[in-house]
């Protein structure tokens, strides 16, 4: 099983960047995806991005495109989500995930294994 540790986040105020990382270790990734979701208070879960491990290749939300994108380092097996021109109602807990590929990677229940998540407040 694949396991992931988050870093990142934080507080920043409207139009500035954060990056988050997701480190994963436990098994070969090259099966896998890796998503990122967030969770506002009072909402569900919502899916943001997802990278293909063994293709590269990176699925983003219309609510996010252009401005959150997805890179990896190889040799840490480590996804990062950087964020810019943030918005307060980016606010919320920021969650990655790992899952066998799937094309159903929108749905949280494609994911077995969640990151801790991390705080990301944007103020105005």
């Known amino acids: 099983q694949v396991q992931l540790e988050q870093s990142g986040g934080g507080l920043v105020q409207a139009g500035g960047s954060l990056r988050l990382s997701c480190a994963a270790s436990?098994?070969?990734?090259?099966?896998?995806?890796i998503g990122w979701f967030r969770q506002a208070p009072g909402k569900e879960r919502e899916f943001l991005s997802v990278?293909?491990?063994?293709?590269?290749?990176?699925g983003t939300a219309d609510s996010v495109k252009g401005r959150f994108s997805l890179s990896r380092d190889n040799a840490t097996t480590t996804v990062y989500l950087q964020m810019n021109s943030l918005k307060p109602e980016d606010t919320g807990v920021y969650y990655c995930?790992?899952?066998?590929?799937?094309?159903?990677?929108?749905?949280?229940?494609?994911?077995?294994?969640w990151g801790q998540g991390t705080q990301v407040t944007v103020s105005s």
């Open positions: 436990g098994r070969t990734l090259r099966s896998y995806v």
């Open positions: 995930a790992a899952g066998v590929k799937t094309l159903r990677y929108k749905m949280t229940r494609a994911y077995e294994t």
């Open positions: 990278f293909f491990w063994s293709e590269g290749e990176v």
